[in-house]
């Protein structure tokens, strides 16, 4: 029995190193090759794994992303999920994404997407390339349109508004609506702006 837990206890060590590791060698690449040039393939050649354990410990490279810069980690997985429907009801999703993981996280607002304590200078260009990618141009090529980009864009305004008004300034009644409310209220506001005409 002693045997058979020092065993597992040695097993665990291993991976948190393995884990450690790859984290490391994430964080290098992010900065070096920013989020579109770091691939899984390279981080783990990096740090001496093979790529499907970057797989198991991080699941995808949003979630390796999001660890290496302490985001909150209910937040990629959300995100792909947020598309995984297409244009029919994304502004509801949107909202919902946002107002839900913001609600859960103990991380203070900003700090949602850049964890707690000072940052490097080159996290928030990273977060910046991340957001453009992962969500802004997500949502731009499900456009499709001409004034896709100013469609997206208004978006952004909308989310960014909701989420000073919420939890930065704490105003009333948003700071203390329900989620389902915010979702009905500004969920169709973010529809507009992605799908209405002008």
């Known amino acids: 029995m002693a045997e058979h837990s020092t065993r597992r206890s040695g097993r665990w060590r291993s991976g948190e190193q393995s884990r450690q590791r790859i984290l490391a060698a994430a964080r290098e690449h992010f900065r070096a090759h920013g989020y ?16 499907a354990m970057v797989f198991y410990f991080f699941g995808n490279k949003q979630g390796l992303f999001g660890a290496a810069i302490d985001m909150y ?12 429907a297409g244009l029919d009801g994304i502004g509801d999703r949107l909202v919902r994404t946002l107002v839900e993981n913001m609600d859960q996280s103990d991380k203070a607002p900003l700090a949602l997407l850049n964890g707690p304590g000072p940052q490097p200078d080159y996290v928030e260009g990273l977060l910046r390339e991340y957001i453009e990618r992962e969500i802004t141009g997500r949502l731009t090529a499900l456009l499709d349109a001409p004034d896709a980009a100013m469609r997206v864009g208004m978006v952004n305004v909308q989310l960014l508004g909701l989420a000073v008004t919420r939890y930065v300034i704490k105003l009333e009644p948003i700071a203390s609506a329900t989620v389902n409310e915010l979702v009905e209220r500004f969920g169709a506001i973010a529809q507009r702006c992605l799908t209405g005409t002008s």
């Not at 980690?73 to 995984?84: H, R, V």
Request: glycine share 10%.
């Open 73 to 84: 980690a209910g937040l990629p997985p959300a995100i792909d999920a947020m598309f995984a």
């Open 36 to 51: 579109a040039g770091t691939t899984v393939r390279a981080v783990a050649a990096e740090a001496g794994v093979d790529p």
